[in-house]
């Protein structure tokens, strides 16, 4: 079983940038495609990102497209995600997970063994 840690998250002005890492242990996850979501208060879980583990595909919420970036480092078991030109609406709690379903590379129900989060908060 792969269990998933995330840090970087912080308080950064609007315009500012943080990168997320999220790291494994247990069982390397460099089998799976790896997916970053977010709950914003009051919100449902929402997609943000998710990379395969080859790292030659990439999938981006319209939301952030341009602006997050995501990566691996298989070596390290480590996916990070660079988040440049943050806004307001970026506040959430972030956390990483695994794909270990079948399904949609963006639904929340294709993932599990979900990190604990890391907060970003965004100030105008």
């Known amino acids: 079983q792969v269990h998933l840690t995330e840090f970087g998250g912080g308080l950064v002005q609007a315009g500012g940038s943080l990168r997320l890492s999220c790291a494994a242990s247990?069982?390397?996850?460099?089998?799976?495609?790896t997916g970053w979501f977010r709950r914003a208060p009051g919100k449902e879980r929402e997609f943000v990102a998710a990379?395969?583990?080859?790292?030659?595909?990439?999938w981006y919420a319209d939301s952030v497209k341009g602006r997050f970036t995501i990566s691996r480092d298989n070596a390290m078991n480590t996916v990070y995600l660079q988040m440049n030109s943050l806004n307001p609406e970026d506040t959430a709690v972030y956390y990483c997970?695994?794909?270990?379903?079948?399904?949609?590379?963006?639904?929340?129900?294709?993932?599990?063994?979900w990190g604990q989060g890391t907060q970003v908060t965004v100030s105008s």
């Open positions: 997970a695994p794909k270990t379903y079948r399904g949609s590379e963006d639904v929340p129900r294709s993932y599990d063994n």
């Open positions: 247990g069982r390397t996850f460099s089998d799976y495609v």
């Open positions: 990379i395969a583990w080859s790292g030659n595909r990439r």
